[in-house]
């Protein structure tokens, strides 16, 4: 069976071959198509970029394509009509598998070549990620953070808010009205995808998680460093990192020393002119609240990390937090649970599909920081409650996550549509 598949990211092979960086996203779908292609399946795998050399590498038994397109990958782009006309003759798939509705390239395909068997992975919705993009943030608490950045480039907070509105009209709408097949995971998705096409086929899978989180060790309590906790990014305000700090002034009445980490870049580093030229206005309004409260030395920022790194922050934590406004499911939840990390997540999208409350994890409302910190210090306080949420969450994880039950229920999906 040929399968060509549409992402988002350039795979680490093909980034490699390149003499680029390898991507620190999209690690699921690295796993599962190393999966299905030891499964037989012929599969092709293509990104657009803009301003790029066109590129067919054949890497580990996957032919890779980098085709150039004229617009971002954000815009529909008229351009990759006929490119994708040629490489669909070429490679004639038996079907085409879409990674996410967040982006434009693979609206360009479904408009162009309507008779292909499509199916579509939901990741996130921009659509619906819009009505929580503020993650709470008011008006006031916006504009009086607004950096040169937000200004010049008209990326404030209410501007990127715009932004996934008018992404989620234009190309998730797409998406989501031409097409009828799609692959889901939560409750949540599923509720979104009928609601939007209710003739729409709806195709359950779980995802797999990168190579690393299967074979580390598992959470010891006796081998973390305590009442540490740890974050796995905090970019934008959906991520909920301003909330976690608000608990945070809670929690450390009782734990001073108190710690927490989180991947990625530092969106709060103000020391050189460049670092403030680059700020935006959330990470100008974290490092005021970091700096207002005097938690200097209680939040540290990682940088970038790769899968391996990400494996030890994990481990080392005392418990992980996903405190977002809004998630379908995320993949950080997942990695943290199959590694028996003690995790604390807010009770929204299809989070709830991933933690059963103080059986595999602790759960709250976004906006309840008052239940956030007494979870925290809940963890703190009590080994045993620790230990059991560690164990519960292995056993389910390890089912949920099985890369052996995926891909063959991936193959499944494909043969049914073909």
């Known amino acids: ?3 060509l598949w549409i992402t988002n990211t350039i795979f680490p092979e093909l980034a490699q071959a390149l003499g680029q960086k390898s991507p620190v996203v999209g690690g699921w779908m690295y796993s599962l198509a190393h999966d299905i292609i030891r499964k037989g399946v012929d599969l092709s795998v293509v990104t657009v970029r803009p301003n790029t050399q066109e590129i067919h590498h054949k890497i580990d038994e996957i032919d890779f394509y980098l085709l150039e397109g004229q617009k971002p990958i954000l815009q529909y782009d008229s351009s990759l009509e006929n490119k994708w006309k040629k490489l669909i003759s070429k490679i004639k798939p038996d079907v085409v598998h879409i990674h996410g509705t967040e982006y434009a390239h693979g609206l360009a395909l479904v ?13 996130g919705m921009t659509s619906i990620y819009a009505r929580y993009y503020k993650g709470q943030l008011t008006f006031w608490q916006i504009f009086k953070n607004l950096t040169l950045k937000d200004v010049i480039r008209q990326n404030s907070i209410l501007d990127a808010q715009r932004k ?3 992404r989620g009209e234009k190309i998730e709408m797409g998406y989501l009205s031409q ?13 979104h995808v009928r609601s939007i096409n209710p003739t729409a086929t709806y195709h359950f899978c779980n995802e797999s998680l990168r190579n690393s989180f299967y074979s580390a060790s598992k959470w010891n309590l006796e081998n973390i460093n305590r009442h540490t906790l740890f974050l796995s990014q905090a970019l934008y305000p959906i991520k909920g990192l301003h909330k976690v700090l608000e608990a945070l002034q809670i929690v450390r009445r009782e734990y001073p020393t108190i ?19 680059r700020i935006d206005g959330y990470g100008n309004y974290i490092r ?11 939040v540290h920022f990682t940088g970038p990390l790769d899968e391996k790194e990400m494996v030890r922050e994990y481990l080392s934590c005392h418990a992980f937090i996903c405190p977002s406004s809004i998630e379908n499911s995320p993949n950080s939840l997942g990695e943290a649970q199959l590694l028996g990390v003690p995790c604390i997540a807010s009770y929204v999208g299809g989070i709830p599909d991933m933690v059963s409350h103080g059986e595999t994890g602790l759960l709250y409302r976004f906006e309840e920081v008052e239940m ?3 979870h925290i210090i809940r963890l703190f306080k009590d080994n045993t409650l620790a230990q059991s949420i560690s164990k519960a969450a292995i056993k389910l994880a390890s089912l949920r996550h099985n890369r052996e039950n995926n891909s063959t229920k991936t193959i499944a999906i494909y043969n049914n549509i073909k």
């Open 1 to 3: 069976m040929k399968v």
């Open 111 to 123: 408009k162009t070549c309507p008779e292909l068997k499509v199916v579509i992975s939901i990741q």
């Open 164 to 166: 996934f509105k008018k």
């Open 179 to 191: 097409c009828q097949h799609f692959i889901g995971r939560t409750q949540w998705d599923f509720d």
């Open 259 to 277: 710690q927490i980490r989180i991947a990625g870049m530092n969106i709060t580093k103000y020391s050189s002119f460049m670092d403030k030229i």
């Open 288 to 298: 005021k609240i970091i700096k207002q409260n005097d938690l200097q030395n209680l």
């Open 372 to 374: 956030l910190a007494q």
